[in-house]
């Protein structure tokens, strides 16, 4: 069982849709990532959290929001979107309390497959 | 500029075979290396990782990967493929910079295919 756990696993939105993809780990870890991946393709980042404050955004359009409302959970909030925002929706964690645990592998759920129509 | 190359996009091996799934790394300094694996509709599990140290790195599932500073590789390995072991497998690299933390970057996976 993976240790991140991704609600909902499917979701199929209209383009005028308002959705949230949810996140959740109970390891400690203290940092929290969005990537999104395309059918044959590999993960791309779009958020990172640390320590509940936004540290990345890789120029990611305003149609997809993230919100950290405490160390275990991350939203990302979905408004807008076109049909090639479809795509599986990962979600990762973690451990950075330590500087030299900054580096620490991600620890990855198994995504939300989202299909927007 | 900074990246990293699965040369293989596919590879197709015989259960009992061992496998060799290649990663090159292109960076100023020695990152921090990793290789996961991801099911069909899963998320991606890690397999291993080197920070520093012994160069030979155990994993889980039975894989192990070598780390070679002259080449910049990271070549995973495993002696014996099993069916299960069909699935898509990612090189990772994360550079050794502050300002780069969190900025994981993943190679373009190789699939691997696994024949009775």
């Known amino acids: 069982d993976t240790e991140v756990t991704q609600t909902p696993k499917h979701l199929v939105m209209g383009m005028t849709n308002k959705k949230s993809l949810k996140c959740e780990q109970h390891m400690g870890h203290r940092a929290m990532y969005w990537y999104k991946q395309k059918a044959k393709k590999p993960p791309e980042l779009m958020f990172v959290?640390?320590?509940?404050?936004?540290?990345i955004n890789e120029s990611v359009p305003s149609r997809f929001s993230p919100e950290c409302p405490n160390s275990s959970l991350l939203n990302l909030h979905l408004h807008a979107l076109q049909p090639e925002d479809s795509a599986l929706y990962l979600c990762a964690s973690s451990q950075a309390w330590k500087a030299e645990s900054y580096n620490s592998p991600l620890h990855f759920g198994n995504g939300t497959r989202l299909t927007v129509t | 500029a900074q990246s990293v190359t699965q040369p293989d996009i596919h590879i197709t091996v015989s259960e009992g075979a061992s496998l060799e799934l290649r990663c090159n790394y292109s960076y100023g300094a020695t990152p921090y290396l990793f290789w996961y694996v991801q099911s069909p509709g899963q998320g991606l599990q890690l397999l291993l990782k080197y920070f520093s140290g012994d160069t030979l790195v155990q994993g889980i599932k039975g894989f192990e990967a070598e780390f070679k500073r002259s080449q910049s590789s990271f070549n995973l390995r495993k002696p014996s493929v099993h069916w299960s072991d069909a699935a898509e497998y990612f090189c990772a690299v994360v550079p050794m910079t502050t300002d780069s933390w969190g900025k994981f970057q993943f190679g373009a996976g190789t699939q691997v295919v696994v024949t009775p």
């Open positions: 959290y640390s320590y509940e404050k936004l540290s």
